[in-house]
DNA sequence: AAATAATCCTACATATATACTATGAATTAA
DNA sequence: TTAATTCATAGTATATATGTAGGATTATTT
């Protein structure tokens, strides 16, 4: 499954945010941008869609930065996913019902429907706290890998 | 889930040539085409995908035509989706582990690594034979839908 | 043998989406 | 007032999607 790097960056953005204010306080864009080594603009217009979906408040000036809007354990991923490409959990074939004969129609049904209905499921049970939950799990073994944050 | 008009009318075609056939003899790209209201050129594009991975054979000259190389109930969905758009059911980040910090990868294992596995057993399980009955089935109740083939 | 009907193969055109870069305005704290 | 930060939009190069088009190849029929 293909995933635009919006999306990628989007959520992952958001866990950082997460991750580096549970103490209180702000990260900039900056920050994040260097840990995810990614240029700061960039950055900036993928945690606009956060801003706009109702995620993250910004607050400006100096000692600015980010900070989650919501706490993560009430932030579904079903939600973030449709804030950041609106295509991944919506019908495959939207108003595409009227053309060619009906095996089309049915194929959406047996087929396309019932991936989509799962991957809204599972993203609507999740919530952005599971994804720290395990990072933070696989953190505490350094033999999986290293912890940055 | 957005999938590209390639890959639905991939499958559809595929449904199409197995119930067409399954008394015997060929089907022909032109015939296809008018059901499913395609050019006839663009279908037989999408119709090498499918005789490249292996689905159908096609019969050259006057009287060809196409037909299923196997029986519908070996012929798999996650096959054909890897044939006509190996991005699907492929991991959604290879070789990208390396950037970034690891929330990248660990999102990916929690998020995305879950997801594949999911559509890939789905789709593993799910033959053309299956979608087929389906969509007979639905069918024979003639206020679902009618039935044009 | 010639005509016909069908598959097979490849090149090209156009539109849309993606992945950024770049510029600067607005706001706030020091 | 200066510096730091978010906020917003414009532009651009590349890739992908969605076809169109032309013709070569092969087999059947007459």
Redesign the interface.
């Known amino acids: 499954?293909?995933?635009s790097t919006r999306v990628?960056l989007g959520?992952?953005t958001l866990?950082?945010i997460a991750?580096s204010t549970e103490n209180g306080g702000t990260v900039s864009s900056a920050e994040i941008a260097e840990?995810?080594?990614?240029s700061q603009k960039y950055l900036e217009q993928i945690i606009l869609g956060l801003r706009q979906g109702g995620f993250v408040k910004g607050l400006k000036g100096s000692r600015g930065g980010y900070q989650l809007s919501r706490p993560a354990d009430k932030i579904y991923?079903s939600e973030i996913l449709n804030a950041l490409d609106n295509?991944?959990?919506?019908d495959?074939?939207e108003g595409d019902e009227a053309?060619?004969?009906?095996?089309?129609?049915?194929?959406n049904?047996?087929?396309?429907d019932?991936?989509?209905g799962?991957?809204r499921s599972?993203?609507q049970q999740?919530t952005l706290a599971?994804?720290i939950k395990?990072?933070k799990e696989?953190?505490a073994d350094p033999s999986d890998?290293?912890?940055?944050?």
């Open positions: 499954m293909k995933v990628e959520i992952v866990a950082d991750v840990r995810q080594r990614v991923l295509t991944i959990l919506s495959t074939f053309q060619g004969d009906d095996i089309r129609a049915s194929v049904t047996s087929l396309w019932k991936l989509n799962y991957m599972f993203t999740l599971d994804l395990e990072y696989r953190c890998m290293m912890c940055f944050i």
